[in-house]
């Protein structure tokens, strides 16, 4: 028992619940050839995040962290027709490669990727009016994920979805005195959504092909 059979059973259950087209397929080539970080989520969580954003008929959505698309077009694949998906992104050079996977994807028009820094893009998103979105994904840097959220929160509407990935790291999340920053920050989101009249939320562990981990769901409350 052990990451093997993690893998063996994300394997499984992608094969028949959640299989890669040529899109797909061809966005994580991209990402590898141009030597990009291979941390997108794994095929079932990509799924889950498509059947989150088809469960509440997403029109509008955004995501922090773009890396090489394949998120990205599993969210925008959920969006109504005529819908509209943001896409935060650091890397000049990881947007470029991005870019070329969601357009072979069908999605250029309805996808447009930011380069940037989240924290410097965010201001401009805001005096654009941008907004409210149906749901956003946080998958940046994860010490920044209180910020995001808090941000987001104000621009989300009542019955919208706010997913943040990558929180339970290993199991770390319980290390009340951790030093380690990104912990921190994973415990920080916890207080602030716990505090949060405005969100109802749960925290899930998992296993698969990316190890342990886990995500935060949260639904912004109707007042
Ligand atoms: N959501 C992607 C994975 C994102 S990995 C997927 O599942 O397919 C995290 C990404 O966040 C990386 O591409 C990294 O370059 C980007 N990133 C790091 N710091 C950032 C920041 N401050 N603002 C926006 N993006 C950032
Ligand atoms: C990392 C980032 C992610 O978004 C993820 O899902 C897994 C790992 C990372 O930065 O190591
Ligand atoms: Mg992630």
Redesign the pocket.
């Known amino acids: 028992m052990g990451q093997d059979q993690w893998t063996a059973v994300d394997g499984y259950v992608s094969g028949l619940l959640a299989p890669h087209d040529e899109a797909l397929d061809a966005a994580l080539r991209a990402g590898a050839e141009a030597g990009l970080p291979q941390?997108?989520?794994s095929p079932p969580q990509g799924k889950l995040l498509y059947l989150l954003a088809r469960t509440i008929g997403a029109e509008r959505i955004l995501?922090?962290?773009?890396?090489?698309g394949?998120?990205t077009i599993w969210l925008g694949r959920a969006l109504v027709p005529g819908g509209r998906l943001i896409t935060?992104?650091?890397?000049a050079e990881?947007a470029e490669v991005a870019r070329a996977s969601i357009a072979r994807a069908g999605l250029g028009e309805a996808v447009e990727v930011r380069v940037g820094?989240?924290?410097e893009t965010l201001p401009g998103l805001a005096a654009e009016g941008a907004g409210p979105f149906d749901l956003v994904f946080i998958?940046?840097?994860k010490v920044?994920s209180p910020e995001y959220l808090a941000w987001s929160l104000e621009r989300t509407r009542p019955g919208g979805l706010i997913v943040i990935d990558n929180v339970v790291r290993g199991g770390t999340l319980a290390e009340a005195d951790s030093e380690d920053e990104t912990i921190a920050a994973q415990r920080r989101l916890h207080e602030q959504i716990a505090a949060e009249e405005r969100l109802v939320a749960t925290t899930i562990q998992t296993v698969g092909a990316k190890g342990y981990d886990g995500f935060t769901i949260a639904l912004v409350d109707s007042p």
Do not use: K, N, R
């Open positions: 941390i997108q989520v995501e922090f962290g773009t890396l090489a394949y998120s935060l992104e650091a890397s990881y820094p989240a924290l998958d940046a840097d920044h």
